[in-house]
């Protein structure tokens, strides 16, 4: 088997598995069992085909309530030449589901016939007349079920290798079985590692780090069909590692060990694999999760003398192998590396085809880079505006667990491309299904806590709120460029001190658009609890010994700043930190929080957020502007109404520094 110690093209890699697991014996079906046919068979894979033991329905069957009749003798039949037909011997009662006499060939429907007693007159039972009159004709077959309408004795119902849902459980009822041999579920065994890592429920300790890793991926294996067992945390020790994963090979179908993997002192993951069997790869470029490990476990013990001594019988199964994958730590890289590398061989140890998402071609919104020699999955957030649908490139980090919940969709770079220009089609795998897409509003410019909460509400409106942090003077060139239904924006005009229109002007001369006011709020420095270094203004920023940390060009609180640091008569050049930026309040605020910085400015809620202090310095407003195309669509309807909703209005007064007397009101309505 070939050894990879470097990083390896993706799909080297993984026919480098592949072909280890068929040499192994372990490329195919891992084994059969048959299970009682109820609720709990849905979801499973079917190990063998179901095969019809008997037809349905297994007679002719009436399918209304009325009389089984020979059609041929209601030919002639006619509102004024109706025929009468004499019970039992040319017609007969049946109810729904009833079988057909022999003789009979057609139902007529009750309500299309008239019952009669033998001198004439109207029968008191409908369904037990002497006669029946009817005043239309019927055809063979008309209103009855025949033999074998729905499956035929022998007809292949479902094959192997299907995933039973809800209905196929009928299916196969109808058709004669009362058990289904499905595969049996992979076991598959996750061995979270690391001294730092703490459990779900721990208060967390200055360097302390929660493993959930083991809980996210525990459930993507579930939902590919195998059974996980999470094992407690294993400290840094190379032997009790080696010893937890030679306990799960003994029972486990595979092993997803999360453990360090990159070239290092603490690389146990590759360390274990070379001890315990055979490393197959050490290393795939991809991004994120570069320092995937690929392995074989050898179950069989050694001997002193290096002999293997096989002495365990038929538990080995039909091999002595067990497949590991050694995991990266961080989340997204962790993730990301089950659904490639674990989904496929589940997915051929139960028979079934591996899962595809959906493919729809996207726009990008920005220009992104990427390393020329990985294959890149990028996060994006995806909305339709307009006649395009549109990807915004979300965090891109390995540890942001968060840009997998906020991800509609991956965007694959290949290895080789270097990147992709804003305004690019790419194609992109959907999360998400294109109709909650089309219900996406998407909202591209300054960020606000509010955005979020505004998305709360609009999640009871069967509306997704989408928000990508770019600043208020991208927010504006988004609109421009017609890569969004609104923009957040609170650029003041150092001439005037009015908000947002001269830069409408500017940015959108020949787009109409609605300028609706959301809050006045407070911005102020955010600095650490007790304001250690005694930050009260602006001007304490030119200090040598205090760290700022600013927002990014073109975002309204840059400008801001920048204004009032010019009417000081502060030289940005003496602000410490001036240069080093981030793209939202929390942002901000969490570089305070961590000592990244003494102060920034932003607002209170961000501040309160993370538990630190606050400065208050200026007041201003906060709008939304939209695009009128977009402000009189049915799209948007339902966030004007949350506008005018007071139960939105009393949550957002809530958080500390906003004002809603504005709410709502239009500052301009311009002209389609």
Same mark, same amino acid.
């Given at each position: 088997?070939?050894?990879?110690?470097?990083?390896?093209?993706?799909?080297?890699?993984?026919?480098?598995?592949?072909?280890?697991?068929?040499?192994?014996?372990?490329?195919?079906?891992l084994?059969?069992?048959?299970?009682?046919?109820?609720?709990?068979?849905?979801?499973?894979?079917?190990?063998?085909?179901?095969?019809?033991?008997?037809s349905?329905?297994?007679?002719?069957?009436?399918?209304?309530?009325?009389?089984?009749?020979? /059609?041929?003798?209601?030919?002639?039949?006619?509102?004024?030449?109706?025929?009468?037909?004499?019970?039992?011997?040319?017609?007969?009662y049946?109810?729904?589901?009833?079988?057909?006499?022999?003789?009979?060939?057609?139902?007529?429907?009750?309500?299309n016939?008239?019952?009669?007693?033998?001198?004439?007159?109207?029968?008191?039972?409908?369904r037990?007349?002497?006669?029946?009159?009817i005043?239309?004709?019927?055809?063979?077959?008309?209103?009855?079920?025949?033999?074998?309408?729905?499956?035929?004795?022998?007809?292949?119902?479902?094959?192997a290798?299907?995933?039973?849902?809800?209905?196929?459980?009928g299916?196969?009822?109808?058709?004669?079985?009362e058990?289904?041999?499905?595969?049996?579920?992979?076991?598959?065994?996750?061995?979270?590692?690391?001294?730092?890592?703490?459990?779900?429920?721990v208060?967390?300790?200055?360097?302390?780090?929660?493993?959930?890793?083991?809980?996210?991926?525990?459930?993507?294996?579930?939902?590919?069909?195998?059974?996980?067992?999470?094992?407690?945390?294993?400290?840094?020790?190379?032997?009790?590692?080696?010893?937890?994963?030679?306990?799960?090979?003994?029972?486990?179908?595979?092993?997803?060990?999360?453990?360090?993997?990159?070239a290092?002192?603490?690389?146990?993951?590759?360390?274990?694999?070379?001890?315990?069997?055979?490393?197959?790869?050490?290393?795939?470029?991809?991004?994120?999760?570069?320092?995937v490990?690929?392995?074989?476990?050898?179950?069989?013990?050694?001997?002193?003398?290096?002999?293997?001594?096989?002495?365990?019988?038929?538990?080995?199964?039909?091999?002595?192998?067990?497949?590991?994958?050694?995991?990266?730590?961080?989340?997204?890289?962790?993730?990301?590396?089950?659904?490639?590398?674990?989904?496929?061989?589940?997915?051929?140890?139960?028979?079934?085809?591996?899962?595809?998402?959906?493919?729809?071609?996207?726009?990008?919104?920005?220009?992104?880079?990427?390393?020329?020699?990985?294959?890149?999955f990028?996060?994006?957030?995806?909305?339709?505006?307009?006649?395009?649908?549109?990807?915004?490139?979300?965090?891109?980090?390995?540890?942001?667990?968060t840009?997998?919940?906020?991800?509609?969709?991956?965007?694959?770079?290949?290895?080789?491309?270097?990147?992709?220009?804003?305004?690019?089609p790419?194609?992109?795998?959907?999360?998400?299904?294109?109709?909650?897409?089309?219900?996406?509003?998407?909202?591209?410019?300054?960020?606000?806590?509010?955005? !979020?909460?505004?998305?709360q509400?609009?999640?009871?409106?069967?509306?997704?709120?989408?928000?990508?942090?770019?600043?208020?003077?991208?927010?504006?060139?988004?609109?421009?460029?017609?890569?969004?239904?609104? /923009?957040?924006?609170?650029?003041?005009?150092?001439?005037?001190?009015?908000?947002?229109?001269?830069?409408?002007?500017?940015?959108?001369?020949?787009?109409?658009?609605?300028?609706?006011?959301?809050?006045?709020?407070?911005?102020?420095?955010?600095?650490?609890?007790? @304001?250690?270094?005694?930050?009260?203004?602006?001007?304490?920023?030119?200090?040598?010994?205090?760290?700022?940390? @600013?927002?990014?060009?073109?975002?309204?609180?840059?400008?801001?700043?920048?204004?009032?640091?010019?009417?000081?008569?502060?030289?940005?050049?003496?602000?410490?930190?001036?240069? !080093?930026?981030?793209?939202?309040?929390?942002?901000?605020?969490?570089?305070?929080?961590?000592?990244?910085?003494?102060?920034?400015l932003?607002?209170?809620?961000?501040?309160?957020?993370?538990?630190?202090?606050?400065?208050?310095?200026y007041?201003?407003?906060?709008?939304?502007?939209?695009?009128?195309?977009?402000?009189?669509?049915?799209?948007?309807?339902?966030?004007?109404?949350?506008?005018?909703?007071?139960?939105?209005?009393?949550?957002?007064?809530?958080?500390?520094?906003?004002?809603?007397?504005?709410?709502?009101?239009?500052?301009l309505?311009?002209?389609?």
């Amino acid at each position: 088997m070939s050894l990879y110690l470097h990083d390896i093209p993706l799909s080297q890699a993984k026919q480098a598995f592949r072909d280890a697991l068929q040499q192994a014996g372990l490329w195919q079906l891992l084994g059969k069992e048959s299970i009682p046919l109820d609720e709990n068979a849905m979801g499973r894979v079917l190990a063998e085909a179901i095969w019809a033991l008997r037809s349905s329905p297994h007679y002719h069957a009436a399918a209304m309530d009325g009389f089984a009749v020979r /059609a041929e003798e209601t030919r002639g039949a006619q509102p004024s030449a109706p025929i009468t037909l004499e019970l039992p011997e040319a017609a007969q009662y049946v109810d729904t589901g009833d079988p057909l006499p022999d003789w009979a060939n057609a139902v007529i429907p009750i309500e299309n016939i008239e019952s009669l007693t033998r001198d004439g007159q109207i029968a008191l039972d409908v369904r037990r007349p002497d006669l029946i009159r009817i005043r239309a004709a019927t055809v063979p077959w008309h209103h009855v079920r025949p033999l074998g309408e729905d499956i035929v004795a022998t007809q292949l119902v479902l094959p192997a290798g299907h995933v039973l849902r809800p209905y196929d459980l009928g299916a196969i009822a109808a058709s004669g079985h009362e058990s289904v041999s499905v595969a049996r579920p992979p076991r598959v065994a996750i061995l979270p590692t690391g001294t730092e890592l703490v459990p779900i429920g721990v208060e967390l300790k200055r360097g302390d780090i929660l493993e959930y890793n083991s809980l996210v991926l525990a459930a993507q294996v579930k939902a590919m069909g195998a059974q996980p067992t999470r094992f407690p945390i294993t400290s840094d020790d190379f032997d009790a590692i080696c010893a937890r994963v030679e306990e799960a090979a003994q029972t486990h179908d595979l092993v997803l060990l999360n453990a360090g993997s990159s070239a290092g002192a603490e690389d146990f993951s590759s360390r274990v694999v070379e001890k315990l069997g055979t490393l197959l790869v050490h290393g795939v470029a991809v991004r994120p999760g570069h320092p995937v490990i690929l392995g074989l476990i050898d179950k069989r013990r050694k001997t002193n003398d290096g002999k293997t001594n096989d002495d365990s019988g038929s538990a080995l199964g039909p091999s002595p192998f067990v497949p590991i994958i050694g995991v990266p730590g961080y989340p997204v890289s962790a993730a990301l590396t089950v659904d490639i590398f674990a989904e496929e061989v589940i997915a051929h140890w139960l028979g079934r085809r591996p899962a595809e998402l959906p493919v729809e071609t996207v726009t990008l919104t920005r220009k992104v880079t990427s390393p020329p020699g990985d294959d890149d999955f990028m996060r994006v957030a995806i909305g339709r505006v307009g006649d395009k649908v549109l990807a915004a490139p979300i965090a891109r980090g390995a540890g942001v667990i968060t840009s997998l919940v906020r991800a509609d969709g991956l965007v694959l770079i290949p290895a080789g491309v270097q990147g992709v220009e804003a305004g690019e089609p790419v194609q992109a795998r959907l999360y998400r299904s294109k109709q909650e897409i089309d219900r996406t509003i998407f909202c591209i410019g300054s960020h606000d806590v509010i955005l !979020d909460l505004m998305a709360q509400f609009l999640s009871d409106h069967e509306r997704r709120l989408v928000s990508a942090n770019v600043g208020s003077q991208g927010g504006l060139v988004a609109l421009r460029r017609g890569e969004a239904h609104l /923009a957040g924006s609170h650029l003041l005009d150092p001439e005037t001190g009015e908000y947002n229109l001269r830069y409408i002007r500017q940015y959108l001369p020949d787009v109409p658009v609605r300028l609706v006011g959301l809050v006045k709020r407070e911005q102020g420095l955010i600095v650490r609890r007790g @304001n250690p270094k005694g930050v009260r203004s602006l001007q304490d920023l030119a200090r040598s010994e205090v760290a700022f940390i @600013n927002r990014q060009r073109g975002a309204g609180t840059r400008v801001l700043l920048d204004y009032h640091l010019q009417k000081l008569g502060v030289d940005p050049a003496t602000v410490h930190g001036y240069a !080093d930026e981030e793209y939202t309040h929390l942002g901000v605020a969490a570089a305070v929080a961590s000592g990244r910085a003494d102060c920034g400015l932003g607002i209170p809620a961000a501040a309160l957020a993370l538990e630190l202090d606050f400065v208050p310095l200026y007041h201003e407003r906060y709008d939304l502007v939209i695009p009128q195309v977009h402000a009189r669509s049915d799209l948007l309807a339902p966030l004007f109404d949350l506008l005018k909703l007071q139960a939105f209005q009393n949550a957002v007064r809530a958080l500390p520094g906003y004002d809603t007397s504005i709410m709502g009101k239009v500052f301009l309505e311009g002209e389609e």
